[in-house]
């Protein structure tokens, strides 16, 4: 999609942040910050990869986690291990964690947050063009691998899709 991604200020000080997810305030890289190119989601970019898998959420916690526009919690935890430059693709190791009605859940793959990424990358300033392999899903037992690529008009998301159930619904 084009166009300019919506953001909005989350409040939450380096130490609120890094409590959501089990971290050391020292993680965190930079504002917690909700950001729309789709869906509204909290993005939380880290300083390393160990910091983006050693995250534990806590569960307990959970109804104390800031909501976005449509009174959901989702939580975009990201690290920018390889800067994008040139013909050179960067390196985002990525992980995202929603309430799924019954408690905290991590998606193997989101799209739509990759998508977000991608409004991150343009709202602070990162140079552009740009392309990112994004690795999501390893701490569920499901590694997924997105491609993001950002210019000053577009967001690009791309990968591939592995089915894991298929059903019908008769109402």
């Not at 690290?79 to 859940?105: I, K, M, N, Y």
């Not at 967001?155 to 894991?164: D, F, S």
Request: hydrophobic share 40%.
């Amino acid at each position: 999609g084009g166009g300019t991604p919506r953001t909005r200020a989350s409040g939450l000080t380096a130490a609120a942040a890094a409590g959501l997810v089990g971290l050391d305030e020292a993680d965190i890289a930079g504002e917690a910050t909700w950001i729309d190119t789709g869906s509204e989601q909290l993005l939380v970019p880290v300083r390393s990869a160990a910091a983006v898998r050693r995250a534990r959420p806590d569960a307990s916690a959970l109804a104390g986690w800031p909501t976005n526009d449509r009174g959901n919690r989702m939580l975009y935890l990201f690290a920018l291990t390889e800067p994008s430059s040139g013909d050179r693709a960067g390196a985002v190791e990525a992980r995202f964690f929603f309430d799924a009605g019954l408690g905290l859940a991590e998606d193997p793959g989101t799209g739509s947050a990759c998508a977000n990424l991608g409004g991150w990358l343009r709202v602070t300033g990162h140079a552009l063009p740009a392309r990112h392999a994004v690795a999501q899903g390893e701490a569920t037992g499901r590694p997924c691998h997105l491609t993001l690529a950002v210019d000053a008009g577009r967001v690009q998301v791309g990968g591939r899709v592995v089915p894991i159930g298929r059903g019908e619904v008769t109402i």
